[in-house]
């Protein structure tokens, strides 16, 4: 073992530990990017004159494009550099963020949340591809720990200052100001990004073909457990906001502060897991036991308290939607470890990038479903019932269908590094 993979082990390095702040604040940026039309929901149903149906298809627009270009990402992190196809990304989602502040009729609010979809299609393939690339087994909980604590903080900021600075000043001028004022993360990120030279491309190993990778029964479970955590958190992510302030009939600052606490909340409990599950794999115990009890356990906590929150009164229903939303962030803090650690460095970027499609589908389904439920129905009781069941199907999926946490053996032969890889 080299005295490099020494240091690595007992601790990251400056530089590593910069780059994996960037990815953290750049999930962050892409959570709010993504949320903040849900918090916007109230207003613009009312300026649109539209049914709670048709803002659920406009809330789903974003999914479509994000979701279908999943599999398109993931083989385009495993061939071109990284670095350079996340920056692109998030200057297009943060573009048409900005964009979105402008623009006045259904049909144009439905193309930018189309294009927003397309820039953030790349994140979690490239998050994944870099972890996967520079961080060791022992460290990968906390680094994808890092990056759920920003898939929570990005709503719960979205919905505690976004909330509050709309219900001030309205929802256009935050589009516009937070558009801009994100491009500003490519700025450090180009200063410090992983140099192309330092990582370990293993493209002689060969990265596996997709018929290969639709045999494998782990990776339906992935898929499977990855599309009912997606369920729960864009859920959450897409109508909360709606059902606080019309449902519960909590003002706008009000509905600010309980999910922004909610978030909060899920943002430090992601990261404890995170730190206390590599910290158990380092006490001897199998990534398969530590991953799959903080990913199948927390995401059935989460589904049960959402669940019982829909029939509690005020002051419980709060309680309980606290509950259920710090559990999605102990579920989410190991979801992608199991991925990167069955994957490998060869095939990260690729599995990430198909799962990512499968669960990401659950974008377009509950928000359409939900937009349909409440229409028919009245009410958000049957919405919560299925987000429940949806839930505690995932945890089975997590702990039945995904085998053992250890890297697959592909099959696929060796084939010759392009020029461009070796530089």
Known sequence: MS????????????????????????????????????IAAPMLKDELGISPARLGVLLSAFFWTYACLQPV????????????????????WSAATAATGIVHTFA???????ITGIGESVAFPSYSKIIALHFPEEHRGLANAVISSGLALGPGFGMLMGGMLMARFGWR?????????????LVPWVMWMPKARDAIHLDKAG??????????RSA???????????????FLITWLPFYLVRERNFTMDRMAKIGGSAYLLAACFSTLSGWLSDRWIMAGETPTRVRKTFVGG???????FLGLSAVSGPVACVALLLLGVTFFGVSASNVWAITQTLAGPQAAGRWTGFQNFIGNLAGVVVAAITG???????????????????????TTSWFFLVGPVEQAAWHTKPRAVPLFHRC
């Open 3 to 38: 005295t490099s993979t020494v240091l690595e082990r007992k601790g990251l390095t400056l530089k590593l530990s910069v780059v994996l702040a960037l990815l953290g604040i750049s999930v962050f940026i892409n959570y709010i990017d993504r949320g903040n039309l849900s």
């Open 73 to 92: 990402s993931g083989w385009l992190v495993d061939r071109l550099n990284v670095n350079w196809v996340i920056a692109g990304g998030f200057f297009l």
């Open 108 to 114: 144009m609010l439905f193309m930018v949340r189309l």
């Open 173 to 185: 001028p935050f589009f516009i100001v937070l558009g801009l004022a994100s491009l500003l993360w």
């Open 207 to 216: 990265a596996p073909s997709l018929l290969e990778f639709l045999r494998m």
């Open 220 to 234: 339906w479970g992935t898929c499977v457990g990855l599309f009912c955590g997606n369920y729960v958190s864009y």
């Open 298 to 304: 927390g995401i059935a906590l989460a589904g049960i």
């Open 372 to 394: 349909f439920v409440v229409d028919r129905t009245g009410h958000f009781y049957w919405a919560f019932a299925i987000l429940t069941a949806i839930a505690l199907t995932g």
